[in-house]
């Protein structure tokens, strides 16, 4: 079990605060904001945001941490990669993980899920911690879940 899951409240106890959050809502950056907000607040994470797709690159969305890189090519870095292959990915050292953008150097191991409407990848959300091996299927299983919330509402 990572230490993400030992952190008071945790996944279970979230995710139903979360689909009420963006059930009640209709616009998506608020919905965005709210669902960085709550996960950056729940757990240590070093960067919990989002990266929309717009024109074929994608663009920074709301966020919670340190600065980010505004955008990112289809296909460079994690985010690239995961938007390309709509898969998540789980990275347990940015440093070994090819093409890493390294927008902190703060960040030691990432993950990211694509949010999809329909077939198509329309943003990704992305999560970095300062510690190696930070995260695991049960954080993947969680984050697609939440991010499955997102898309049901995406407008």
């Not at 979360?18 to 009640?24: H, M, N, Q």
Request: charged share 20%.
């Amino acid at each position: 079990m990572s230490e993400f899951q030992q952190v008071s409240g945790g996944y279970p106890e979230l995710f139903p605060q979360i689909k009420a959050l963006v059930e009640g809502e209709t616009d998506l950056v608020a919905n965005l904001a709210n669902v960085a907000a709550a996960l950056h607040s729940t757990f240590p994470f070093l960067w919990t945001g989002f990266y929309l797709v717009k024109e074929n690159e994608l663009v920074l969305g709301p966020f919670q941490g340190p600065v980010a890189c505004s955008r990112i090519a289809l296909g460079h870095g994690v985010c690239g990669t995961a938007w390309k292959e709509a898969r998540t990915i789980v990275v347990p050292d940015v440093e070994k993980f090819p093409d890493h953008i390294a927008c902190s150097s703060l960040s030691r191991s990432e993950i990211v899920i694509p949010i999809k409407v329909g077939s198509a990848v329309v943003a990704v959300l992305d999560v970095d911690s300062e510690n190696l091996e930070a995260f695991n299927e049960n954080d993947a299983k969680w984050l697609e879940a939440i991010c499955e919330v997102l898309a049901e509402h995406w407008r």
